[in-house]
């Protein structure tokens, strides 16, 4: 399988997409991690979020297993889908 043609993001440095099947109509975005760890010798990787091929949208992770709600592309970072919340003098910094 391969990233959705509107997905904007390039991987970080040292790191790559891989996508799965993850409902009918939905797939997963995985973040893999290109680093050698002590405690496994299986790739790490990180859920980056979930792509709904027929309504054409994306969605963040609330976790690997379940999907949250609806994302704009734009907003979102190489990271991860989920949202940034800044409160405070955080706000102030951006």
């Known amino acids: 399988m391969e990233l959705p043609v509107d997905f904007v993001h ?18 997963s975005i995985w ?8 405690y496994s010798s ?10 709904n091929t027929k ?5 963040a ?9 609806k994302v ?3 907003d979102t970072t190489p990271y991860t889908s989920m949202k940034v919340n800044r409160r405070g ?3 102030l910094w951006m």
Do not use: A
Not at 14 to 19: A, H, K, M, P, W
Not at 31 to 38: D, E, M, P
Not at 61 to 69: E, L
């Open 42 to 51: 299986d790739p790490v990787r990180t859920i980056w979020g979930f792509y």
């Open 55 to 59: 309504k054409r949208e994306y969605l």
């Open 61 to 69: 992770p609330i976790n690997s297993k379940k999907c949250g709600s």
């Open 31 to 38: 973040l893999l991690h290109h680093q050698i760890f002590s």
């Open 89 to 91: 003098l955080e706000i």
């Open 10 to 27: 390039d991987p970080p440095e040292g790191f790559s997409y891989e996508v799965e099947d993850f409902k009918r109509n939905v797939i």
């Open 72 to 74: 704009i592309i734009t």
